[in-house]
């Protein structure tokens, strides 16, 4: 479903690093279907609301 929102992206080209067949095969498989634009635009609104995390967190040190 990522790659696939991806691909729908009009300003991305994905390019996908398969460590295995197995993840190849997983990969090819976005090709054979599209999201519709319903699906785009309601991931779309999801992945708004992510806040992204700046720097490292000192917690964690």
Known sequence: VVLN????????????GAKNGEQAKEFAGALGWRLSNEEVAELRSLASEIKPVIGFPVEKL
């Open 5 to 16: 929102w991806l691909i729908a992206q009009d300003n991305v080209i994905p390019i996908p």
